[in-house]
């Protein structure tokens, strides 16, 4: 499980990281991410903020959940289910492609 981790990287170091965790995730297991996942759309959302700041501080980025699944497919896994909770975190469940 990890929690707002991959939204301190870009893209290719967010990969690198996930495929890392792809090579000691059995075939069996799962990857928690615990992140914003920003709405699709023009709609609001305080992600949207921490969309900057991460820019601005990391050169990260908060992503939707098509960019997450994107990013995973890339890495081996995939989404299979993305639980909302009663605060702006999503629990993005990945399992093993």
């Known amino acids: 499980?990890?929690?707002?981790?991959?939204h301190d990287w870009d893209d290719d170091h967010a990969a690198a990281i996930l495929a890392n965790c792809r090579r000691v995730v059995p075939a069996d297991g799962a990857l928690l991410l615990v992140e914003w996942a920003l709405p699709e759309g023009?709609?609001?959302s305080?992600?949207?903020?921490?969309?900057?700041?991460?820019?601005v501080n990391t050169g990260g980025k908060e992503r939707t959940v098509e960019e997450y699944r994107q990013l995973l497919a890339r890495t081996g896994f995939r989404i299979n289910e993305?639980?909302?909770?009663?605060?702006d975190f999503n629990i993005i469940e990945a399992l093993p492609d």
């Open 1 to 6: 499980m990890m929690k707002n981790v991959v």
């Open 46 to 55: 305080l992600g949207k903020l921490y969309d900057v700041v991460m820019l």
């Open 82 to 87: 993305v639980i909302r909770t009663s605060s």
């Open 42 to 44: 023009n709609l609001d």
